[in-house]
């Protein structure tokens, strides 16, 4: 298995543009998610889904959509990129859809540059 | 909602030391604890979780943590680290019954650098 797989792993934007991240996993996890990590704040979480066709909010949705149309795949959005979206952003997924001691597996991250 | 402490941001020490990192968390409920190591240009890798049972959980590589309820606490230790042990530490929690999805709340992390 290849695990959880991000693309790209590098990506410089402009103020105002857009682009979406790839996230992929083949360990047929209903419960995929996106995080943000930045110095000293450790990972926030930004929107999650619990299945195909199923997402919701996180600690920090805002700037970001994302969609869920397979179980393997979980793209996030930046609709207009900002400055303070500059970040490293990682991808998650875990076999369970709900708290308990599941672990969830991530991928190599992307780190974003907003200029 | 929850929330989640690590003391120590940075901890620099010498191979063959002992290492004990902080960690406390604020949660009305029961929760599930982990502790996740970053090695530099790596992703989080799992090093620990507590659900149930025994307070003293192991896991990989030598560490160890304990969680003491009537603290909220759940501090890592390792006896003697090497070199290798060099990596940011992750204290996570996630509730462990009726929230849905299974969402983490992380600490801020913790930098650790050991000099060999």
């Known amino acids: 298995n290849a695990g959880v797989t991000q693309t790209p792993k590098f990506q410089v934007l402009k103020t105002g543009q857009s682009m979406t991240l790839q996230c992929a996993q083949d360990m047929n996890h209903e419960y995929m998610s996106w995080y943000r990590q930045d110095p000293g704040m450790g990972l926030r979480l930004i929107h999650y889904s619990v299945g195909a066709g199923i997402t919701d909010q996180g600690e920090v949705p805002n700037g970001y959509n994302v969609s869920r149309s397979t179980t393997e795949d979980f793209p996030l959005r930046l609709l207009s990129a900002a400055p303070s979206q500059t970040s490293v952003y990682f991808c998650?997924?875990?076999?369970?859809?709900?708290?308990?001691?599941?672990?969830?597996?991530f991928g190599p991250g992307t780190r974003l540059t907003v200029l | 909602a929850q929330s989640v402490s690590q003391h120590n941001h940075h901890v620099i020490l010498s191979e063959a030391a002992s290492l004990e990192l902080g960690c406390n968390y604020s949660y009305g409920g029961t929760v599930n604890l982990f502790w996740y190591v970053q090695y530099p240009g790596q992703h989080l890798q799992l090093l620990l979780k507590y659900f149930s049972g025994d307070p003293l959980v192991k896991g990989i590589k030598g560490f160890e943590a304990e969680f003491i309820k009537s603290k909220f606490s759940f501090n890592l230790r390792k006896p003697s680290v090497q070199w290798s042990d060099t990596a940011e530490y992750f204290c996570?929690?996630?509730?462990?019954?009726?929230?849905?999805?299974?969402?983490?709340?992380f600490g801020g992390g913790t930098r650790v650098l050991v000099k060999p």
């Open positions: 996570a929690v996630n509730a462990r019954a009726g929230a849905a999805g299974n969402k983490l709340t």
């Open positions: 998650a997924s875990s076999y369970s859809t709900s708290g308990n001691s599941d672990t969830q597996y």
